[in-house]
């Protein structure tokens, strides 16, 4: 064989063997360009996962934190509610206290008044008080502050009234300086002239 023959043979191996180097080459960086595009895609695809992952906790978050505050706004309203149906009951146990403190205090009058008159109709000794005439205790001769206090509790007036005019009689009865004025007083309330 001829030289020339071995050496074109030799350059056409070459040839050939480059041409598949390169060629894989080629198929080699296209997998790679495929690989790196895959890469990038799933990164992004993993960074909005992500995303909406975080986008979720905080959804989730601000949902817990309203029914949070939903309860405890449920729970001051029910606390308000039943504040107020105490405040009420105990006005309303008070205003009953108070008027059975007024029928026992009229009850008592009303006693004290039967008792006068039983007495008197017995036959038996009665005090002064049961037998004095209104108009004759309210003058400042007849003054008597048994009789008028029983006037005082028979009366119509309300409780802080009778205390106030029962208070007078009791300091008129220690100083009778305070009888004249007292009788203006209570000839006013009793209607009296």
Same mark, same amino acid.
């Given at each position: 064989?001829?030289?020339?023959?071995?050496?074109?043979?030799? @350059? *056409?191996?070459? /040839?050939?063997?480059?041409?598949?180097?390169?060629?894989?080459?080629?198929?080699?960086?296209?997998?790679?360009?495929?690989?790196? !595009?895959?890469?990038?895609?799933a990164a992004q695809e993993a960074e909005e996962a992500a995303r909406l992952a975080e986008e979720q906790?905080?959804?989730?978050?601000?949902? &817990?934190?309203?029914?949070?505050? /939903?309860?405890?706004?449920?729970?001051?309203?029910?606390? &308000?509610?039943? +504040?107020?149906? &105490?405040?009420?009951? !105990?006005?309303?146990? $008070?205003?009953?206290? !108070?008027? &059975?403190? $007024?029928?026992?205090? /009229?009850? %008592?009058?009303?006693? /004290?008044?039967?008792?006068?008159?039983?007495?008197?109709?017995?036959?038996?000794?009665? #005090?002064? %008080? !049961?037998?004095?005439?209104?108009?004759? @205790? *309210?003058?400042?001769?007849?003054?008597? +502050?048994? +009789? *008028?206090?029983?006037y005082v509790d028979e009366s119509d007036m309300n409780a802080v009234a009778k205390t106030t005019l029962?208070?007078?009689?009791?300091?008129?009865?220690?100083? #009778?300086?305070?009888? #004249? +004025?007292? *009788?203006?007083?209570?000839?006013?309330?009793?209607?009296?002239?």
């Amino acid at each position: 064989m001829s030289r020339n023959l071995i050496v074109g043979l030799a @350059v *056409l191996v070459v /040839a050939v063997l480059g041409w598949i180097v390169i060629d894989r080459m080629a198929e080699n960086r296209a997998e790679v360009a495929r690989i790196e !595009a895959e890469t990038v895609q799933a990164a992004q695809e993993a960074e909005e996962a992500a995303r909406l992952a975080e986008e979720q906790a905080a959804e989730e978050v601000r949902l &817990a934190e309203e029914a949070r505050v /939903a309860e405890e706004e449920a729970a001051a309203a029910e606390e &308000a509610r039943l +504040a107020e149906e &105490a405040r009420i009951a !105990a006005e309303a146990e $008070a205003a009953a206290e !108070a008027e &059975a403190a $007024a029928e026992a205090d /009229a009850t %008592t009058g009303t006693d /004290a008044v039967d008792a006068t008159a039983e007495a008197a109709t017995d036959g038996t000794e009665t #005090p002064a %008080t !049961a037998q004095a005439d209104l108009a004759t @205790v *309210l003058t400042p001769d007849g003054f008597d +502050a048994d +009789a *008028l206090i029983v006037y005082v509790d028979e009366s119509d007036m309300n409780a802080v009234a009778k205390t106030t005019l029962k208070a007078g009689i009791e300091q008129a009865r220690d100083n #009778p300086t305070l009888i #004249p +004025a007292l *009788l203006e007083q209570l000839k006013a309330r009793l209607g009296v002239e």
